[in-house]
C-alpha cells in the first residue's frame, strides 16, 4: 500500500511513470524499491532533483506508517534503505541518445547518473552520495534565492 500511494503520488507531483517496486526482506525489511519512467530527457542537476525527492518522499512515507515499524530492519528508514530507478526515455517512448542520461538512480545513500556506452552497454558518468547530492541541491537552491531576492530589490529601488 505505501508503495503505491509513493507512486501515485510521485506520478502527480514529478510526472514519473510508476512501472515497478520490489524490496529486500528475510525477517525484516531491509530495502523498499520503486522504479520509473521519465518520458523526457534530463541532466544530472534535474535527476539529482528527482532522485532526491522520490527517496524523501518515500522514506516519509514508510516512516509515518506506524503499522509496517516492527518489520523493518531500522526505524527511520533513510536512503540507504531506500532504492529509485528512473529509466529515461524520450517523449515519444524510444530510447535516448548514447550521450544523454538514460537511467538514474538512488541504491544503498549513492546516487548514479548512467548513459549507455555501446549498444547495450551502460556508462556511470557521475556518482555521488546521497548527502552530497542533498547539499549541492540545497547550495543550488540558495543561490536561486539569492540571485532572485537581488533582482527583486533592484525593481523595489528603482
Given at each position: ?105 538512488a541504491?544503498d545513500?549513492v ?24 547539499q ?23
Amino acid at each position: 500500500m505505501i508503495t503505491k500511494n509513493v507512486a501515485t503520488q510521485l506520478k502527480n507531483e514529478l510526472g514519473l511513470t510508476p512501472f515497478g517496486s520490489g524490496g529486500q526482506a528475510r525477517k525484516q525489511i531491509k530495502m523498499l524499491a520503486l522504479a520509473f519512467l521519465c518520458h523526457k530527457p534530463i541532466d544530472i542537476e534535474t535527476g539529482r532533483e528527482l532522485l532526491i525527492a522520490a527517496v524523501n518522499k518515500f522514506a516519509a512515507e514508510i516512516n509515518a506508517n506506524e503499522a509496517i515499524r516492527p518489520y523493518l530492519n531500522n526505524y527511520p528508514f533513510g536512503p540507504k534503505n531506500i532504492e529509485i530507478e528512473i529509466y529515461i526515455r524520450k517523449p515519444n517512448g524510444k530510447e535516448v541518445e548514447s550521450d544523454e542520461l538514460c537511467i538514474i538512480s538512488a541504491s544503498d545513500g549513492v546516487l548514479k547518473y548512467q548513459i549507455y556506452s555501446g549498444k547495450y552497454n551502460l556508462k556511470t558518468v557521475y556518482e555521488e552520495t546521497f548527502e552530497e547530492a542533498l547539499q549541492k541541491l540545497n547550495r543550488a537552491k540558495q543561490s536561486a534565492y539569492t540571485a532572485r531576492d537581488s533582482k527583486i530589490g533592484s525593481v523595489c529601488v528603482r
